[in-house]
């Protein structure tokens, strides 16, 4: 797939994930710059899904997302997705992760008692970042590529300072979502204007400010995962936290990024009202 195609994609890619449960076919066509035939085919090729797909298996990984930190029920929740008859949330839930929405609620009850306790190390408000990135799709245990292209591009083009960080976005859960299909955005801070548009690997995007909850890793960055399971397991739970449906990103504190050295510092931003 040649760079236009792939800087079209993506645009639309990043438009469905910013306004997911609101999104329409004719937005997104537009954003393509393709007509409706040969959007669908390109869609398809660059995903391996077709467009009705993919939206629907991310509306319901938000929603089984949502039932894991809302105190909601599964009926608002399946209305906030789209689903305004309970017996169609439940078959197209039960369809994609093999058991009903209310088995899964159950069993993630549960699975709370074994999170430790957590809080964040401070709240800070954080100014709107613009930002170059990689989108890498695959296991997350295959980023030490993406991550040296990243840094390469950074420092090529003087991008790494005195007060440079490297921020990741991981969009999914991997105890959820198939490991070939898990997003994460690798992403370096637009301290100055670099042209990406011969880069067809490279895109803008922009992480939002506001209010976060700031949570601190040492360690192997694969245990980044049980930070997370804390998280949303326990504190959220827990609390009177509300979230703001914005991502979650890291902020990488040093470059020990290789698991042997299980030297890594991060820290995790949760957006909260």
């Avoid at 954003?31 to 398809?44: A, D, E, L, P, T």
């Avoid at 995903?47 to 939206?55: D, N, Q």
Wanted: glycine content about 4%; overall charge negative.
């Amino acid at each position: 797939m040649n760079n236009e195609y792939r800087k079209s994609i993506q645009k639309v890619l990043q438009t469905i994930e910013e306004e997911l449960e609101f999104v329409t076919l004719e937005e997104l066509i537009r954003v393509s710059g393709y007509s409706y035939y040969h959007f669908h085919r390109i869609f398809k090729a660059y995903t391996g899904e077709s467009l009705k797909k993919y939206i629907k298996r991310l509306q319901l990984e938000k929603t089984l997302q949502k039932m894991q930190v809302d105190k909601e029920n599964i009926t608002q929740i399946a209305i906030q997705a789209g689903y305004h008859m309970p017996s169609s949330f439940n078959k197209a839930f039960k369809e994609m992760f093999g058991v009903s929405p209310s088995t899964y609620k159950k069993s993630y009850e549960i699975s709370r008692i074994e999170y430790p306790d957590i809080e964040p190390v401070r709240t800070e408000s954080v100014e709107e970042k613009q930002m170059y990135s990689l989108r890498h799709v695959g296991d997350y245990d295959d980023l030490d590529v993406p991550i040296q292209k990243c840094m390469q591009f950074a420092g090529q083009n003087a991008l790494i300072g005195k007060n440079f960080y490297l921020y990741t976005i991981p969009h999914d859960n991997p105890d959820v979502t198939e490991n070939e299909r898990l997003r994460f955005d690798i992403c370096i801070e637009k301290t100055k204007e670099v042209d990406i548009s011969q880069i067809d690997w490279l895109h803008t995007k922009v992480i939002a400010g506001g209010k976060y909850a700031v949570f601190r890793h040492r360690g192997n960055p694969k245990n980044l995962i049980a930070l997370y399971n804390a998280i949303f397991g326990k504190w959220l739970y827990s609390s009177d936290i509300v979230l703001r449906d914005e991502p979650i990103f890291q902020k990488f504190l040093n470059n020990k990024f290789e698991v042997e050295e299980n030297a890594l510092l991060a820290e995790v931003y949760v957006p909260v009202v």
